[in-house]
């Protein structure tokens, strides 16, 4: 059974750091990234990465500031989040692929799995 299973949100003051861990259950993903909603938008994607060293991406709204990383030994992805802004308040989801992430990285729908989220709120 795949399992997705997010942990590391909380609530910090702007200009604070988090970490976020998703471990995945059983398989070796060949892309794994994060994806936010905040309430009342859409959701956006954030960050993604082929195994292996593979191709990285990330959002225009957080480059720079977050920095996305694979331990496929533990099977586990994070994404590390500096300097954090008010708008980065979101749920933030783990999405895993089969496939290669590639140039639609940022397509919700190229995904095969979701993760159940963790909250991360950023106070001004």
């Known amino acids: 059974q795949v399992r997705l299973v997010e942990s590391g949100g909380g609530s910090v003051q702007a200009g604070g750091s988090l970490r976020l861990s998703c471990a995945a259950s059983?398989?070796?993903?060949?892309?794994m990234g994060w994806f936010r909603q905040a309430p009342g938008k859409a959701s956006e994607a954030v960050a993604a990465?082929?195994?292996?060293?593979?191709?990285?991406y990330y959002a225009d709204s957080v480059k720079g500031r977050f920095t996305i990383a694979r331990d496929n030994a533990k099977n586990t992805l994070y994404l590390q989040m500096n300097t954090l802004k008010p708008e980065d308040t979101a749920m933030y989801y783990c999405v895993a692929s089969w496939g290669k992430c590639g140039d639609y990285w940022y397509s919700g729908g190229r995904y095969d799995y979701w993760g159940q989220g963790t909250q991360v709120t950023v106070s001004s």
């Open positions: 059983g398989y070796i993903y060949n892309c």
């Open positions: 990465g082929d195994s292996a060293g593979g191709n990285i």
